[in-house]
């Protein structure tokens, strides 16, 4: 009995360590992306995260089938390609703060996708939930001014967060599928070393980008690729290990907060009464829909 609870108390400070480095990433890549190119930071965090996870990662690998070397390509290019051009692009142009709160709509994306295409299906209490995850994107993208607001005001900013999200989301999906025949420290670290390779070559022959980075910029983006993307997914994977899905992933969403906190600290931005409000409304929202009894899964519907 003492070693279990050691365990879960473990769990828990992993699940909050987690949530405090991811709600770093905004924070530590909002000056980067004023002065690196969006594309090029992007590989770059993704090559350092994919070595990073290496000594994590099992040396023996199953053999895959075709379909599934297809799928680990789709994963790729959703979740350390597409999704991260989108997330660093969209930083260069929307606050540090309104990034950390738009992150908890890949719960809102994961959800939605897994119920169109997985064939899940939401009880009320995961209804109400995606809702108000929902309601909180809302928050942030209008700031609740409706009465100027037009789509134009948030074309070049929220837009493209909220797209990373969806296609982070993408990721989760498919990964999960993958997950039952491949070790999830696999996925993740071919995932990032193919993505991560893919944009060097696009920010390089594409968009020829020239690598310019200062000596002090150095350390901001290996805090990117290692404590950012590398170890709050380790951390993450370790809570759920310890202390169940629910529990982590509600933990994990207070990286909002975190987030939040630390754009006002570290950047000196203006956090408004709609940032507060938005992040409880998200929170409630990732809490609600981390609860078992708000999906009912294909599994369950079997039964």
């Known amino acids: 009995m003492p070693q279990e609870h050691d365990q879960t108390r473990l769990g828990y400070v992993f699940a909050?360590?987690?949530?405090?480095?991811?709600?770093?990433v905004s924070v530590v890549a909002k000056p980067l992306v004023s002065t690196i190119?969006?594309?090029?930071?992007?590989?770059?965090v993704?090559?350092?995260?994919?070595?990073?996870l290496s000594p994590f990662a099992q040396k023996k690998k199953k053999s895959l089938a075709r379909r599934d070397l297809l799928l680990v390509f789709s994963i790729a290019i959703c979740g350390a390609v597409v999704a991260p051009s989108l997330y660093f692009v969209g930083l260069t142009h929307a606050s540090?703060?309104?990034?950390?709160?738009?992150?908890?709509?890949?719960?809102?994306?994961?959800?939605?996708?897994?119920?169109?295409?997985?064939?899940?299906?939401?009880?009320?209490?995961g209804v109400i939930a995606v809702l108000l995850?929902?309601?909180?994107?809302?928050i942030i993208t209008t700031n609740l001014d409706f009465t100027t607001?037009?789509?134009?005001?948030?074309?070049?900013?929220?837009?493209?967060?909220?797209?990373?999200m969806l296609f982070w989301a993408l990721d989760n999906n498919l990964s999960r599928y993958l997950a039952q025949k491949m070790d999830v420290a696999n996925i993740v670290q071919i995932k990032s070393a193919m993505g991560g390779v893919m944009l060097f070559v696009i920010s390089l022959l594409v968009f020829r980008v020239d690598i310019n980075i200062e000596a002090d910029q150095i350390i901001s983006i290996l805090l990117l690729g290692t404590v950012g993307f590398a170890a709050s997914l380790y951390f993450f994977l370790q809570g759920l290990k310890r202390i169940g899905t629910v529990r982590t992933i509600t933990l994990f969403s207070m990286s909002s907060v975190f987030g939040l906190v630390a754009s006002f600290v570290f950047l000196a931005?203006?956090?408004?009464?709609?940032?507060?409000?938005?992040?409880?409304?998200?929170i409630l929202g990732v809490y609600l829909v981390s609860r078992k009894e708000s999906v009912i899964s294909p599994a369950s519907i079997s039964k």
């Open 133 to 138: 995850v929902l309601a909180g994107m809302i």
């Open 269 to 282: 931005e203006q956090i408004g009464w709609h940032h507060i409000v938005a992040a409880g409304i998200m």
């Open 96 to 125: 540090a703060s309104d990034a950390a709160l738009i992150a908890n709509g890949e719960v809102f994306f994961s959800v939605l996708l897994a119920v169109m295409f997985f064939k899940e299906r939401l009880k009320m209490t």
């Open 37 to 44: 190119d969006p594309v090029l930071l992007a590989s770059m």
């Open 149 to 164: 607001f037009t789509l134009q005001q948030i074309h070049y900013k929220d837009i493209l967060l909220i797209l990373s």
């Open 46 to 52: 993704y090559v350092i995260s994919a070595i990073a």
């Open 16 to 24: 909050i360590l987690a949530a405090v480095m991811f709600g770093s």
